[in-house]
């Protein structure tokens, strides 16, 4: 069973040069260890896109306070955010670029799940945005495979949590999931000093 599959708005249009999470029984049990895992009863989300990743955690968990925000760059996005206000009581989306977030706004939130600027220096900003809102998980997604040009979030993970002195975080677990180009790879960080 393919959860996104029966969900006409999110079908049309899919660019082939991003890749997308595929909501297979499979993926669903990974989003489903995710929330088991953190207990988070907010997350907020750093890039939405197609927002395949927010209807999975929505549908699993409905009850579930989440913002997401995108630079909003594609037709798609917008129409999508707007379908799911419609969609889930405790959604909420905002176009935006993720670089002129401030801590305060995400530090009341459980996890922040990044997978918007997939730059070295965009993720560098995501991760300190975190670590300066204090929150305690960290969900960032292709960590091993990106497919921009000159991008390393593997290297950048690494070398943030290599560095607890500034950043107080631990790999708690990685995990590999379906997407439309074959399989990714997203990281779950805990913050230690909590």
Same mark, same amino acid.
């Given at each position: ?9 999110? $079908?049309?249009?899919?660019? &082939? ?6 909501? #297979?029984?499979?993926?669903? &049990? /990974? ?5 088991? +895992? ?22 699993? *968990?409905?009850?579930? $306070?989440?913002?997401? /925000?995108?630079?909003? &760059?594609? &037709?798609?996005?917008?129409? *999508?955010?707007? +379908?799911?206000?419609?969609?889930? $009581?405790?959604? !909420? ?14 530090? +009341?939130? %459980?996890?922040?799940?990044?997978? @918007?600027?997939? !730059?070295? @220096? @965009?993720? #560098? ?16 997604? %292709? =960590? ?15 070398? =943030?949590?290599?560095? +607890? ?7 708690? #677990?990685?995990?590999? =999931?379906?997407? #439309?180009? @074959?399989? *990714? ?6 913050? *230690? %000093? /909590?």
């Amino acid at each position: 069973m393919n959860l996104l599959a029966e969900t006409v708005f999110l $079908k049309e249009g899919w660019p &082939k040069l991003e890749g997308h999470v595929v909501g #297979s029984i499979t993926t669903c &049990k /990974i989003f489903q260890a995710i929330l088991d +895992k953190t207990q988070a009863e907010s997350i907020f989300e750093i890039g939405f896109n197609y927002g395949h990743s927010a209807f999975i955690f929505q549908t699993l *968990n409905p009850e579930l $306070k989440y913002h997401s /925000i995108d630079i909003g &760059k594609y &037709k798609h996005t917008h129409a *999508n955010m707007e +379908k799911f206000t419609e969609l889930f $009581k405790n959604f !909420t989306g905002t176009i935006r670029n993720s670089q002129g977030i401030e801590a305060e706004e995400v530090s +009341k939130y %459980d996890m922040v799940f990044i997978d @918007g600027d997939h !730059t070295n @220096g @965009g993720l #560098s900003k995501d991760l300190n945005l975190c670590n300066a809102a204090g929150v305690k998980y960290i969900l960032v997604d %292709d =960590y091993v495979r990106c497919i921009a040009p000159g991008c390393f979030p593997r290297a950048v993970v690494d070398h =943030y949590i290599e560095n +607890k002195a500034e950043f107080p975080y631990s790999l708690l #677990s990685t995990f590999v =999931y379906e997407c #439309s180009n @074959g399989t *990714n790879y997203m990281v779950l960080l805990e913050r *230690n %000093d /909590i």
